[in-house]
């Protein structure tokens, strides 16, 4: 994933380093094969929890078909899946559940979160759910929507494939793990309080009160 | 603010179509306070059905009266919750619907608490066993304990959470902490944290555990209170 | 209906049945193989262990994030403790910051299987709050959107149950079913899953052109679905042999464990909220209520399989009510509740300032508290309000019939097989966002 790692900002990283080798028309070549088959051959771990799960389902199902994007196979064991889909809302609770279940799956990995849910929170502003998985997580595409159609999830699997056609493997941060910092947390403290502000006035859903 | 509860008057649409013929229970209220006498706090007839205040420390065997007396019957409960109300002063109810499945005959109890003394309540486990995951989510939610009750854990949180009892009204929308605290704290509890002590003595695992792990686990635990 | 519900029987090799009635299951236990020492008997010190199995929260089978603890003795099942709550989204919370047409939207999200039920189900219980009476077509559309609720939610767990069986095809042919009532779904409310259909004292909006035709052309092809479906499972030998006598509830345990739905109604209470205490009109409908006898997993299958059938019947009538109240009001004419038309809004000043109150101001209930129950996919879905004269209710409390269907699972599956806890945790239908809310 070609995120820079956001809680490593204050951190001394070690391996960061020059890349001794270019880019140049082999590496190219080889970037388009990998990737090539890298994008067609997407097993989805599907983490789902609520309705998107469902739209997840229908997707899977005869009329969407995700299959012939490659996901023919879903898998369910994190050992063997290459892109994360979150698809519905994560309360607290489930939280540590996610994050392991991410760091249990092996590099080259992605993560879709669909849904306004996994993505945001959506209109869950509360005590109990997760303001997006992005602050436990790194996320690679986010699908909006409520829940997103089944045409909604395959545009953005279909942008989840272009992004890994667009990596190289002669990028040394492509495959980083991601590092955790004090408190097991993905994003500095600041930074996730900040993601999670209330957008608007979503305690009281009317503006008389 | 006046009282909580008062029959249905000038609602916006007019009169009122009763869902059920039968949701009033004049004669079941009668022969409460027949039976009970001061026990019975009053009575309220509300949108077709009947409401009716018990006072604490009678209310198992009221309930049991209730389930097992022939032309009550209320052999099914419907649902366990509580109410908190926004003026301060006035009490949490423990709300108790029952149901008469061969009369076809709804009922709702109520319990009022009052805030200043320790919120208790015996456990109707013994009569109705629908009631387990009931109690455990009030005590989740209001923080009222059901004494007797086998396994009284937190059910929608977990057993650790240290925030506070959820539906409560001094309890803010998006709870006491930042979302960054919660988050850590969320990302703290270990996973195996959450097997319960009974569970973990199954497996013999628990002298294994780490001595912190077990410290929370000792905190967090509730197991039968009497 | 007596036995003749069960059309096979299995004649299953055990000792016969305990004094509950219930069939005396022989599991592969470990001490009564052989004697200690003997030939092929195990060492005491080496089975007699028993093994804490933890499933999920994120597996499969498990229906959604549903966490089981098992207490294992060899492949038995001495004890299952469940955990919930990973799915907790805090929906009667925000219930008490929202008014009453803004909860609608939530209810969609607890039971996302069968939204419009829920919805239906709100909308009710707000109006037994207020004393609103709704229209006739009302009635009859509410209907329509509980039936076709009640088929695509035993549609999926159709699917899922013949997944966790073994059984893959079906799950395909119960979405693509479901893809049928989603498509007049979001014809008539723009969303497929999430409708929020219904408003206080009225609907969102009327059916459009073309959704009775599409509804009609559902009904007639429904039931050669359902057919086929029957084929594949009821005399089947496997199926047969994982579902009967498999997670019994006898009807006294069922109503003390506070069942509701088909959980109750397959282990022989004849209970259903739409025959005992009719709403919307249903006294009027011509249709049956399966009740089994077992209450075992198989009787579960066929008390949904049936209930399908007869949802197909209950629509059909609805549409041929419906052809009769062409043009009729959906909305009570009470500006206090229902928002004006734009027309009127725009050019009268009476509908604009009782537009203004309703949007700004919502709808206000008198004081005082309601509860509805409705006959939902899963079982009685009930509605609590408590309201203090005010627009926003002081308790929103959801009685969720699947959340006191799974506590019974504990008790079902006491003595069962490793195998059997994932058949019984599928015959329960649970929707976790119901069980957690």
Redesign the interface.
């Known amino acids: 994933m070609g995120l820079v790692n956001p809680a490593s900002e204050n951190l001394e990283v070690e391996g960061t380093q020059v890349s001794t080798m270019s880019p140049n028309w082999v590496t190219t070549r080889l970037d388009f094969l990998v990737n090539w088959a890298r994008k067609n051959s997407l097993w989805p771990m599907p983490f789902g929890t609520a309705c998107c799960a469902i739209e997840y389902m229908a997707t899977a199902a005869s009329r969407f078909d995700i299959a012939r994007f490659g996901m023919e196979r879903q898998s369910f064991s994190p050992r063997q899946a290459d892109v994360f889909i979150c698809a519905g809302r994560v309360p607290f609770k489930l939280a540590p559940v996610l994050r392991r279940i991410w760091d249990q799956m092996p590099q080259p990995k992605w993560c879709i979160s669909m849904g306004a849910c996994a993505s945001t929170g959506n209109v869950f502003d509360n005590y109990t759910v997760v303001q997006g998985i992005d602050t436990i997580i790194p996320v690679d595409v986010y699908v909006p929507g409520c829940p997103p159609r089944p045409e909604g999830l395959i545009y953005g699997i279909q942008l989840l494939q272009k992004k890994i056609a667009g990596e190289t493997f002669t990028d040394q941060d492509l495959r980083q793990e991601a590092t955790y910092g004090p408190g097991n947390l993905f994003l500095p403290p600041a930074r996730i309080d900040e993601l999670s502000e209330p957008f608007g006035n979503s305690v009281h859903q009317t503006r008389s009160q | ?2 009282a ?14 009763p ?2 013929p039968q949701g009033a229970q004049p004669e079941t209220v009668a022969a409460l306070r027949a039976a009970f006498g001061d026990a019975i706090g009053r009575d309220v007839l ?2 077709g ?1 009947t ?1 009716v205040y018990v006072a604490r420390e009678r209310a198992h065997e009221i309930l049991a009266w209730l389930q097992t007396t022939p032309g009550q019957e209320f ?5 366990i ?1 509580a ?5 301060p002063e006035l009490p949490i109810e423990v ?1 108790y ?1 029952l149901r008469s ?1 061969a009369r ?1 005959a ?1 009922l ?1 109890v109520k319990i009022a608490l009052d805030k200043t003394q320790p919120l208790e309540v015996d456990t109707v486990w013994d009569l ?7 109690e455990r989510e009030v005590y989740d ?1 209001f923080g009222i304990v059901f004494r007797g009750h086998p396994d009284l854990r ?5 057993e650790t959470y240290a ?1 506070g009892h ?2 409560r009204k001094d ?5 006491h902490f ?14 195996e944290a ?3 002590l ?3 003595s ?4 628990y002298h294994e555990l780490p001595a912190d792990m077990r410290e929370r686990l000792l905190k967090g635990e509730r197991g039968t209170l009497t | 209906m007596s036995s003749t519900l069960r059309t096979v029987e299995m004649a299953l090799a055990t000792p016969g049945l305990d004094e509950q009635g219930r069939v005396v299951r022989q599991p592969l236990g470990v001490a009564d193989r052989a004697e200690p020492g003997a030939e092929g008997s195990y060492d005491e010190g080496f089975g007699a262990e028993h093994m804490l199995v933890n499933i999920g929260p994120q597996h499969p089978a498990t229906h959604g994030v549903l966490r089981l603890v098992l207490e294992l003795e060899g492949e038995t099942v001495k004890r299952c403790i469940p955990h919930i709550g990973y799915l907790h989204t805090g929906f009667e919370k925000l219930g008490e910051y929202r008014f009453y047409n803004q909860i609608i939207p939530l209810t969609d999200r607890t039971d996302y299987l069968a939204p419009m039920a829920n919805n239906v189900g709100l909308a009710m219980a707000a109006e037994k709050l207020m004393g609103i009476r709704i229209t006739e077509r009302c009635q009859v559309l509410r209907v329509i959107a509980c039936e076709m609720s009640r088929i695509i939610s035993h549609l999926v767990w159709l699917g899922t149950t013949g997944i966790d069986l073994g059984a893959y095809t079906p799950f395909l042919w119960a979405f693509q079913q479901r893809e049928r009532i989603y498509n007049l779904q979001e014809a008539w409310t723009g969303a497929r899953l999430t409708p929020s259909v219904t408003r206080v004292g009225g609907l969102m909006a009327d059916v459009p052109e073309g959704f009775e035709a599409g509804l009609r052309d559902f009904t007639r092809t429904f039931p050669k679905v359902l057919d086929e479906v029957d084929t594949m499972f009821t005399r089947n030998a496997i199926w047969i042999g994982r579902t009967q006598g498999v997670g019994v509830m006898t009807a006294q345990e069922a109503i003390n464990y506070s069942l509701s739905g088909p959980m109750l109604r397959a282990s022989g209470v004849a209970y259903d909220v739409r025959k005992d205490r009719p709403y919307l009109g249903y006294e009027e409908y011509d249709f049956d209520v399966p009740v089994g006898e077992y209450g075992d997993i198989y009787d579960r299958y066929r008390v949904r399989l049936e209930e399908m059938y007869q949802s197909n019947r209950i629509l059909e009538q609805a549409l041929d009510k419906l052809a009769k109240l062409q043009g009729a009001p959906i909305n009570v004419d009470d500006p206090r509740v229902i928002l004006p038309p734009k027309s009127k809004a725009m050019n009268d000043m009476e509908s604009m300032i009782h537009h203004f109150k309703v949007v700004m101001e919502g709808v206000k209930p008198p004081v005082g508290e309601a509860y509805l129950g409705i006959e939902n996919p899963k079982g009685e879905l009930g509605y609590y309000f408590v309201s203090d004269g005010t627009a926003k209710p002081v308790r929103w409390r959801i009685r969720p019939p699947a959340m006191i269907n799974l506590a019974a699972l504990p008790k079902m599956c006491e003595g069962a097989l490793l195998s059997d806890v994932i058949a019984i945790n599928a015959s329960v239908d649970i929707v976790m966002g119901e069980v957690d809310r």
């Open positions: 603010m006046s909580p509860v008062q029959a249905a008057a000038a609602s916006p649409g007019g009169h009122y179509v869902h059920a509300v949108c059905e409401i052999d099914y409960l419907t649902d919750t109410v908190e109300y926004r003026d709300v619907q499945l076809r709804d709702r109705w066993k629908g009631c387990d995951w009931l939610m937190r059910l929608l949180m977990w925030e959820p539906l309890f803010p929308l998006r709870g930042s979302r960054a605290e919660q988050t850590r704290q969320a990302l703290a509890a270990q996973p959450h097997y319960s009974e569970e973990l199954i497996a013999d695992a």
